[in-house]
Every structure is written in C-alpha cells, then in structure tokens.
C-alpha cells in the first residue's frame, strides 16, 4: 500500500485531481489517500497558504500528487509552489512534450522532454524595490546560480537522458549575455557532458532556442535549463503539442517528489465543469513510474492516447463544441485502462 499526500488544489484543481484519482483507481494500484490543503483552499480554512499539517505529511509520505494552486499577482502571500520546491528540495521539473495523435495542432513528431533546474536562478526569491520618499524608482533581483545546483540538475538530466534511452541533451542558455550566471551552468554542462559520450551534446542560446522549437520540434530530445527559462520553454512546448490540458510535471527532490499538471488553476472556467483532466492524469502516471508501477503507469498512458486519438469524449478544449467535460473524459480513460491488461 502506498501512502500518497493529495492536494485538490484551488481553481479547477479539486475536479482534474478528482479526475486523476479515478484513473489511478481503475489500474488497481493500492494508494492510501492522505488529503491535505495547500492554497486558496488553505487560506479560507485555516488562514495559512501552506499549513503544518500538509508540510508534514508530504515530509512522512515523501510523494505527493496536486492539483493547481492559485497565487496572487504581485501582492499577496509568496508562491506555494516555489515554497514548496525549496522546503523540499524538488530540484529537477522534468516535463515531457510528447504529440498526440489527435489534437489541433500543427506539430506532429515532438518527442522532448525539458529538465527545468527548479530551486535556484531569478526564482530564488532575492527581490526588493528602490524606494525614494516611499516612490518605488527602481526594482532589482538577484539570480543564483551555484555550482552544486548546476551539477545537481545537469547530471539528473544526463542519467535521465540515459535511462529513458535518449540520444540528445540540449542545454539552454543566455551565456552570451548573462556570462557569470548562465555562463557557469554552461561551463557546467560542457564538463558533465564529456561523462556521457553516448548522448549527443548541444548548446542553444534561449531566444535562437525559441526559434528553433518552433521551426524544427522534432530535432529536440531532452532540454536541460536554468528556472526561468525551463518554465517558459515547458509552456512553449506545452502548446506545441495542443496545450497546456495535455502536460504534466514531475518535480523530483531529494527529500520528496511532488506530481502536478503544468498549467494552472484555470479561475476563467473554473466552475464549468470542462477542465481537461489530462495533464494531471498523466502526472498520476508519471508518479506511478515514479514508485515501480511500470504497467500501471504504461496502461494510463496507453488509455489516454488511444481515448484522446478517437476523439469522441474529450473536452471542448481538444474539440471545439464538445459537449463532454471532465467527468466523461475521466471515466473514459479509467473505463480504457479497467480493460487494458
Ligand atoms: P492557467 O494555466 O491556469 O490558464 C491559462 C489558460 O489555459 C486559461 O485560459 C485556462 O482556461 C486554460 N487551461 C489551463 N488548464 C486547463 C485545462 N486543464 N483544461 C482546459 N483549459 C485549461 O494559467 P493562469 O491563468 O496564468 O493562472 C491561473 C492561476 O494558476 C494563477 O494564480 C497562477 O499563479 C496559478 N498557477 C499555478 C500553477 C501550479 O500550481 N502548478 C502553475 C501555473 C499557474
Ligand atoms: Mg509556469
């Protein structure tokens, strides 16, 4: 039995979880559920966006499957989310692109997989403005990059790369510009590489990189970046393959590993009931990679291409017009995966 913290999240988050718990179901894997706040959700309740209690039972459960958590912009309590990463040390955000037939999208063949350094550069959290007679003149952040993080992720993404039988890593980066920040990483990088010969090496600067993904998707096999430019890059990548409802993410740690969907708590359709449980779905079977549960893993994905590739119960973002939400969509691919053997 498995002891798996689950956090519904705010916004669509309590439905797509909902969702992602009923697919899980249907493998047979036995998980207990131990249900905690984190969020909006937290702050109604008990006036703290990260409780002790939840911080707890990921520290006991060293896994945790969630949905989206809201953040205010600008103002506000700081980002549950980078809280977390940094109390827990989820330093590698390996999020994979992979096409699937049967959305809309002009990108057939994308096949990568972007390793995003989650603890350290411009997220670091180093922030403050200016003031002159209380007028803000100026806002300035500090980015960090050290040694030991850089290797950290590079090697993660090198033996990431080797298990998974990848042939290429690209490292991201804005060298030319930041020299001392993105530059060490790169220095990094090249060094690291050279203990993997089998796994073709490139370097790319983040805006050429840009171009490059759009242009030409499928020369891309693994990315390995900084922070910043991993959120962005996983996002580009997110649309080419039809959006953000198909994209998950794991956050792997030395102290824990959390599962989640890339996009957000989506407040514009909220109550709508049509959020694309996809994403989350596949952050439940990535999570049960994770944890050995290779066929159960394999059947959630397997169900959830062939239910998406028929393209009958899917949700309006993958169909225009469609009348199935995500409660249709989840009980097709839980029914799909109850039949796989
Ligand atoms: P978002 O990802 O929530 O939404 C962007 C657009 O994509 C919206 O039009 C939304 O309706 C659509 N969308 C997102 N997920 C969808 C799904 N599963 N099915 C169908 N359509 C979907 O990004 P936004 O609006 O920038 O952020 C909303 C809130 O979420 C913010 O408070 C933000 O901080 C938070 N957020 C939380 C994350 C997390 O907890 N991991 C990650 C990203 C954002
Ligand atoms: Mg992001």
Redo the contacts with the bound molecule.
């Keep these: 039995m498995h002891q798996i913290t689950l956090i519904p999240?705010?916004?669509?988050g309590p439905a797509?979880v909902d969702a992602a718990v009923q697919v899980i179901e249907a493998t047979g894997v036995q998980i207990a559920w131990d249900r905690q706040l984190a969020?909006m959700a937290a702050v109604e309740k008990q006036a703290n966006p990260l409780p002790e209690m939840t911080l707890e039972s990921i520290r006991r459960n060293r896994l945790c499957l969630?949905?989206?958590?809201?953040?205010?912009?600008g103002g506000g309590y700081r980002?549950v989310?980078v809280t977390l990463r940094q109390t827990f040390n989820l330093y590698a955000n390996v999020r994979p692109a992979i096409s699937f037939e049967g959305t809309n999208t002009p990108f057939k063949n994308v096949n990568l997989v972007t390793v995003r350094e989650n603890t350290e550069g411009l997220y670091a959290g180093i922030e403050h403005f200016i003031k002159v007679d209380e007028e803000k003149i100026a806002a300035e952040s500090i980015g960090v990059i050290t040694r030991q993080g850089s290797e950290r992720i590079l090697r993660y993404a090198f033996d990431y790369a080797r298990k998974a039988q990848r042939k290429k890593i690209t490292l991201v980066h804005k060298a030319n510009i930041l020299k001392c920040t993105t530059g060490l990483f790169l220095e990094i990088g090249r060094d690291i590489a050279k203990e993997y010969p089998e796994i073709e090496f490139d370097e790319k600067i983040v805006d050429a990189c840009c171009m490059h993904l759009v242009m030409k998707p499928e020369s891309f096999d693994v990315i390995v970046t900084t922070n910043l430019f991993g959120d962005i890059l996983s996002d580009l990548a997110a649309g080419l393959i039809g959006?953000?409802?198909l994209t998950a993410g794991a956050n792997i740690g030395t102290d824990a590993a959390l599962f989640?969907?890339?996009?957000?708590?989506?407040?514009?359709?909220a109550d709508l009931g049509?959020?694309?449980?996809?994403?989350t779905i596949l952050a439940g079977a990535m999570m049960l990679e994770h944890i050995g549960e290779l066929s159960a893993a394999r059947k959630i994905e397997r169900a959830v291409r062939e239910v998406i590739r028929e393209g009958e119960i899917v949700?309006p973002?993958l169909k225009k017009g469609s009348p199935y939400g995500t409660r249709h969509l989840a009980g097709a691919i839980a029914d799909k995966v109850a039949k796989l053997d």
Excluded: C, F, Q
Aim: avoid cysteine.
């Design positions: 999240g705010d916004g669509i797509i969020g969630k949905g989206p958590l809201t953040t205010p912009v980002s989310n959006g953000l409802g989640e969907a890339v996009h957000g708590s989506a407040p514009d359709i049509i959020a694309n449980p996809t994403a949700t973002d």
